[in-house]
């Protein structure tokens, strides 16, 4: 598995998937959580695939018959679940705010 830069894009994509990790997801339930556009999403997918942060699977359907393209489902694996998992947490811990050494707290609204 390769190192993946997990930005906030990509973050937030993984929560997706970590909400419910043995869910298959394809690009347009993809883009309706995420809001974000097609030439967005799919390079993202693509990199975690290439870590090796998630499986692809071509749905195995009739074109013509099901009036639509085939979909490409895609999932974490096992270790892109536990990097994913590892690096949310790190954002989480990163953005959480904590007190300086020394401050004093600032005085309520209001009161002198």
Known sequence: ???VRVTLAVATLLRIFIQDPVEWRYGY???QLTGFP???L???LARL???GWLIKEVE???PSAAGRPARRHYRL???GLVAARRELLSIN???QLRPSAGSAPHPAVGTT
Do not use: H
Request: negative net charge; glycine residues 12%.
């Open 93 to 95: 811990e990163q953005v």
């Open 29 to 31: 339930d993809l883009m």
């Open 42 to 44: 799919y390079p993202i």
């Open 1 to 3: 598995m390769k190192d």
């Open 77 to 79: 694996t096992g270790e």
């Open 60 to 62: 195995r359907i009739d």
């Open 38 to 40: 097609s030439g967005k």
């Open 49 to 51: 695939e290439a870590g």
